[in-house]
């Protein structure tokens, strides 16, 4: 880091806080004292003001903000201390930003270590919790690039209390340190202890794993991140695409990891996703029985559909460019032009769908490997052409089941068209009969025969919707 350029701490006023604002000004670097109040005592305001008395101390500028945690916590339902670290990392890092600070820095202990490790495994977290907090990691939640730094986290809390003894500072301690409504808290003042009855130096020796499984994560992150970059088709704010096929072949342990990436692309304030929610999510992708859609976690879902995996939080934030799409009123059909559909498809609204039609005395050749071009007999067809979605009820006789009909709705599941592309997909009608439904097939009645003299060329193509 360089000492010229300014870090911007957050400063609680407590001993781990105070020994990282004195080591960091010992060592000559450039520092601004910031404290946010969570407002979640009466005296809270004390802390600030004790906190600024610190920075004139050490001759620094000060800054200070306060939010309501409590209220935040409610309408976003999350949890006390899940709400308190969002509401003082947003405070943190806009402040950082506006003082073009080089990075955040943080009191994280040891001990913080060690907590944070043991309530990631009792939660059942997978690798990535159990090896802990890093020494410097970017939180794209609140900022893609400034980094958020911990330089004590190798202290353990007694050398603070130690430090601030040397140094002739008096930490101001949080009262709710000592409260065991906290779930850190009990894991501090009751399980870490009694672990340390059957092993004296637990402390040390989980510090040691996490450090241990800190390296394993980096080459395990390595890979995933390769991997997802072979599959991931698309990415977007409200959703991701992946080709589905390739997960077949991958590791669950893999596409564990590639979950828990793609998750915290949508959502990067997320603190923990369990090893269960991860392990069900892979289990969901492989299982070619499983379900279409699955419920993951922070309102994000998996979705299935055809060749493709889809991660979002609404299945009408998909894509639908590759599906013709129309409004509810349904179109007349001149027999030569073009006709703009005025479709509905992604909320990009850059393309759409253009149907051509056109009237020959000679059949074309009639083998075309494009789906949504078809040759009809004219005459069988009549005047009477409309382009609308699909009517309630509706039967077709598609070629090639000698003019049996079945149930509209049912050929569409066999086709499999998404349901979700179904009721505004467009509809070919001759009268009051399905001629064709495009990119599937024709009605075995309105096909061309021998017999035929006059036929109509339907072609259904993406064209610029800019340009109509």
Same mark, same amino acid.
């Given at each position: 880091?360089?000492?010229?350029?300014?870090?911007?701490?957050?400063?609680?006023?407590?001993?781990?806080?105070?020994?990282?604002?004195?080591?960091?000004?010992?060592?000559?670097?450039?520092?601004?004292?910031?404290?946010?109040?969570? +407002?979640?005592?009466?005296?809270?305001?004390?802390?600030?003001?004790?906190?600024?008395?610190?920075?004139? +101390?050490?001759?620094?500028?000060?800054?200070?903000?306060?939010?309501?945690?409590?209220?935040?916590?409610?309408?976003?339902?999350?949890?006390?201390?899940?709400?308190?670290?969002?509401?003082?990392?947003?405070?943190?890092?806009?402040?950082?930003?506006?003082?073009?600070?080089?990075?955040?820095?943080?009191?994280?202990?040891?001990?913080?270590?060690?907590?944070?490790?043991?309530?990631?495994?009792? %939660?059942?977290?997978?690798?990535?919790?159990?090896?802990?907090?890093?020494?410097? !990691?970017?939180?794209?939640?609140?900022?893609? +690039?400034?980094?958020?730094?911990?330089?004590?986290?190798?202290?353990?809390?007694?050398?603070?209390?130690?430090?601030?003894?040397?140094?002739?500072?008096?930490?101001?301690?949080?009262?709710?340190?000592?409260?065991?409504?906290?779930?850190?808290?009990?894991? %501090?003042?009751?399980?870490?202890?009694?672990?340390?009855?059957?092993?004296?130096?637990?402390?040390?020796?989980?510090?040691?794993?996490?450090?241990?499984?800190?390296?394993?994560?980096?080459?395990?992150?390595?890979?995933?991140?390769?991997?997802? +970059?072979?599959?991931? !088709?698309?990415?977007?704010?409200?959703?991701?695409?992946?080709?589905?096929?390739?997960?077949?072949?991958?590791?669950?342990?893999?596409?564990?990891?590639?979950?828990?990436?793609?998750?915290?692309?949508?959502?990067?304030?997320?603190?923990?996703?369990?090893?269960?929610?991860?392990?069900?999510?892979?289990?969901? !992708?492989?299982?070619?029985?499983?379900?279409?859609?699955?419920?993951?976690?922070?309102?994000?879902?998996?979705?299935?559909?055809?060749?493709?995996?889809?991660?979002?939080?609404?299945?009408?934030?998909?894509?639908?460019?590759?599906?013709?799409?129309?409004?509810?009123?349904?179109?007349?059909?001149?027999?030569?032009?073009?006709?703009?559909?005025?479709?509905?498809?992604?909320?990009?609204?850059?393309?759409?769908?253009?149907?051509?039609?056109?009237?020959?005395?000679?059949?074309?050749?009639?083998?075309?490997?494009?789906?949504?071009?078809?040759?009809?007999?004219?005459?069988?067809?009549?005047?009477?052409?409309?382009?609308?979605?699909?009517?309630?009820?509706?039967?077709?006789?598609?070629?090639?089941?000698?003019?049996?009909?079945?149930?509209?709705?049912?050929?569409? *599941?066999?086709?499999?068209?998404?349901?979700?592309?179904?009721?505004?997909?467009? *509809?070919?009608?001759?009268?009051?009969?399905?001629?064709?439904?495009?990119?599937?097939?024709?009605?075995?009645?309105?096909?061309?025969?021998?017999?035929?003299?006059?036929? !109509?060329?339907?072609?259904?193509?993406?064209?610029?919707?800019?340009?109509?």
């Amino acid at each position: 880091m360089k000492k010229t350029s300014p870090l911007l701490l957050g400063i609680s006023g407590g001993a781990d806080s105070l020994c990282l604002l004195g080591t960091l000004h010992e060592q000559g670097y450039s520092l601004i004292v910031a404290h946010f109040n969570h +407002q979640l005592r009466s005296d809270s305001a004390e802390d600030a003001q004790f906190v600024a008395q610190i920075a004139a +101390q050490y001759k620094l500028p000060f800054i200070t903000e306060s939010g309501d945690v409590a209220g935040y916590a409610k309408k976003h339902k999350e949890s006390i201390e899940e709400a308190a670290r969002n509401l003082r990392y947003k405070f943190l890092f806009a402040q950082a930003r506006k003082y073009h600070a080089q990075a955040v820095a943080v009191g994280h202990t040891a001990d913080d270590q060690v907590e944070t490790v043991l309530m990631h495994f009792l %939660r059942g977290a997978g690798l990535s919790g159990l090896k802990g907090m890093e020494f410097s !990691i970017i939180l794209p939640a609140f900022d893609p +690039q400034i980094p958020l730094i911990r330089p004590i986290l190798d202290f353990w809390r007694a050398d603070t209390v130690a430090y601030c003894a040397e140094q002739n500072l008096t930490p101001r301690e949080d009262p709710s340190n000592a409260s065991d409504d906290y779930f850190r808290n009990r894991l %501090r003042h009751n399980l870490i202890p009694e672990l340390e009855k059957y092993n004296p130096r637990f402390r040390v020796t989980l510090q040691r794993t996490s450090h241990a499984l800190r390296g394993d994560y980096a080459l395990i992150s390595d890979l995933t991140q390769k991997t997802w +970059q072979e599959i991931i !088709i698309k990415e977007s704010q409200t959703y991701l695409s992946f080709q589905l096929a390739p997960f077949s072949k991958l590791l669950i342990p893999l596409i564990r990891n590639l979950i828990k990436f793609s998750v915290e692309k949508l959502r990067p304030g997320i603190v923990d996703i369990s090893f269960s929610t991860l392990d069900r999510a892979a289990k969901f !992708i492989t299982s070619p029985q499983s379900a279409q859609r699955l419920d993951l976690v922070s309102g994000l879902i998996l979705f299935k559909e055809q060749n493709t995996l889809y991660l979002t939080d609404e299945v009408s934030n998909l894509p639908l460019e590759i599906y013709p799409q129309m409004g509810a009123d349904a179109i007349p059909i001149t027999v030569s032009g073009e006709i703009n559909l005025k479709v509905k498809l992604d909320r990009s609204r850059s393309r759409d769908w253009v149907l051509t039609v056109k009237r020959i005395s000679s059949a074309p050749e009639l083998k075309n490997a494009d789906p949504f071009q078809v040759t009809l007999d004219a005459e069988l067809l009549g005047e009477n052409l409309i382009l609308c979605p699909r009517r309630v009820g509706e039967r077709f006789a598609p070629l090639g089941m000698s003019g049996k009909s079945m149930k509209l709705k049912d050929f569409m *599941i066999n086709v499999k068209l998404p349901k979700r592309a179904r009721d505004a997909y467009p *509809i070919l009608y001759a009268g009051d009969e399905i001629a064709w439904v495009p990119g599937y097939q024709i009605s075995d009645r309105f096909r061309v025969t021998s017999e035929t003299k006059d036929v !109509i060329v339907f072609k259904l193509e993406r064209g610029d919707f800019r340009s109509l």
